[in-house]
Each structure stands twice: as structure tokens, then as C-alpha cells.
């Protein structure tokens, strides 16, 4: 599959360099949709093959389930180390998690990753007994669009939820959602939801779902690759143990949050964002977090009005690998890819036109959503 991945970024990039060279708008764009579309059909294709691959594996290790799984080629138990996974097995119900409290007693990790689920049970997920021993809830790539409020009771012990990859819509009745895990360590929701209307309103929602978890003990947050655009205010207070926040591929141009609740985080990815320059507020925010927090690969801009940024990224130690950021865009054209730390700041100009007309923006939007597409094959 990863070959798959790595065959399918390669023709996507070399349709992108054939756009350098003058080639019709729209024979590249109906190319690069047919290459989407066929490259679905290849993972389909190579799906059917994992599965046998799945059923010789499960035969070897004798790790076939028991009860209703051990009709699908795409699920593992092992019973001794409590594992159980169901990978592309295209369930439809989510009951399914019943079958394995049914079957078996020690519970340690469950994935359950390329479903169709869309609706989490309103009722536990394992049913009324409590599964003490469950530690990692892998629920990423089932298309989940309502959480329900319940699904999670009777895990009190759960340190890892993945969420990923998903299509979540936060609803007011089900801001409780994470209260029956109060011992996350690590909550993964990357690219765990798209929707496009009343973004406000469905960070507002998942503020409050973290409020009301009271996750003392969360360490990694990731909400990478979400479309975000601008950060809620208050996104790092309810987790006072937090290490890591990971905001990597969204539509961030600036990072302006509450001071106090970062101020002893030791990782903020903003990397693959929209910081073309890195605004006086940040800079100021940053000037009062631990060294090297803040990673910031971005596509910046070089110019003489980025002289200031340009100083003061010299010269703070809160971002971290700084002396690797490039220059994406300069004027004079020269000092495209030169490292920020060494360009000369009195022989930047404006004499270039910097800023991407707006098809370029709207191809840029494209490949982007191409990206993520492939991320999720």
C-alpha cells in the first residue's frame, strides 16, 4: 500500500510539473482526475489482495476470531496479548465491537480502521460490562459522522483514542463524548472532520467536549490536517499535562491563543500552514514559550517588508530547525530556496510580484485536497 501511495504522489507531481510547460488548463485538471478516480479503483484492488494476505497471515498465527469475526478475512485476535483488529473489513454496524466483549475477556487494544460506520451505538460500545484493561481505541478511516454521548462509558482505563480520518460533525448532545475517558494520554483527530458550514459553531462544540472531558492527563493533541483557519482562543486550557499540539496542513496564517495554557507545551507543529510571514502577535506569543516549540515549515515569502520577521526569526530560540527554513518566494528571484538565516536583508527587494494570482491560489486549494485524497488511500 505504500508503494500504492508513493506511485500515485509521483503522477500526481509529474502532472503538476507539466502545468510549468504550458499545457492546457483543463487537460491537466480532467488528467489529474482521472488519475484520482483510478487510483481508488487500485486500492480497491489492492484490498482484495490484503484480505487474502489477512487470511494467511490470521491462518499462520492462529490469530482467526472467534464468534461472528472469523467470517472476515480482515480481522486478527489475539487473545494472549488482548489485540483485536478489523482493518477494510467494510462493517457497516457499529454492534460489531460487541462480538469481542462477547467472545473474550481480556481486552487490551482494538483498531478498527476502513469501516463504514458512519453513526457510533448510543449505548457503550463493549456493552454494560466495563473493560478496565482496554488501553488504545483505534477508530479512524470508518466515515463517522455523529459520536453519540455514550459510546465511550465503561472504558475508564483508555490512554489512546484515534479518531482520525473521519467526517465528524460535533453535536451539542454529545459534548460529554470523551467524559468516560478521563485517562487519555493521547487523542488523535487528524483530518477528523471536513465539514464546511458553521465552522464556528463546530469548533465552539469541541472547545466544550474538551472542557467538560477534563483530560488531565492528555499529553498529545493532534488536529492536523482539519482545514482550520483559525485556532480557537482557549484550545490549550483544558489540558494542563499537554506536550504536544500538532496543527500540521491547515489554513493557519496566524496562531494567536491564550499565552498562559501553552506556556509549557514542548511541541507546536504549524508547519504546511499559510504563514507567508510570521505576523507581530505571534511573534510576541512565541517570545514567551520554551525554547524550541514551535515548528514552522512553511512556504515564506522574502522580500524588503519581511525584514522584520526575518530578524527576529534569526534570532529567537522558540522555533525549532529554523536554520532550515527556505525562502519559497523572493524578490529578487535569486534568493528563492535561500535559508532565511543567511539571506542578505539589504538586498531583498520589492521588486517581484510575491503574492499568487488567484488561479494559482485556486490550483494550490486543488492540490491540496488532491493531497489529502491520496493520505487517505
Known sequence: MRRLNLRI?????????????N???????????????????WVVQAGNRQEYQYRDEAIENKLICAGKLADYAACQCDPSAGDYSCINAQFVDANVFLDISTNYKYIKSVTFHGNNFQDLTST????????????KLNLSANYIVNLNSNALRNMPNLQVLDISNNEIVFRPRDVDFLTHTPHLTQLYMRRAFTVTMNRTQQFDLMLEMFRQ?????LQVLDLSYNFIHNVPFEIGCPFPALQTLDLRQNFL???????????????????????YVIPDDFRALANKAQPETFLLRNQFYCDCNSKDFITWLRSTKSVREKNSLVCDRASPKMYIGA???????????????LFTSHAYSNFANF???????????
Open 367 to 377: 492540490l491540496i485536497l488532491a493531497f489529502c485524497l491520496v493520505q487517505i488511500f
Open 213 to 217: 472531558a477534563k483530560l488531565e492527563y
Open 253 to 275: 496564517k496566524n496562531f494567536i491563543v491564550n499565552e498562559t495554557c501553552i506556556k509549557d507545551v514542548k511541541t507546536i507543529n504549524l508547519s504546511r500552514n499559510q504563514f
Open 23 to 41: 499545457i492546457p488548463r483543463r487537460s491537466w485538471l480532467i488528467s489529474i482526475t482521472y488519475l484520482l478516480i483510478s487510483s481508488t479503483a
Open 339 to 353: 535559508r532565511i538565516a543567511e539571506v542578505p536583508l539589504n538586498k531583498l527587494t520589492c521588486d517581484e510580484p
Open 124 to 135: 457503550p460500545l463493549f456493552g454494560s460490562d466495563s473493560q478496565n484493561s482496554l488501553i
Open 9 to 21: 504522489q509521483k503522477m500526481i507531481r509529474s502532472k503538476i510539473d507539466s502545468a510549468s510547460y
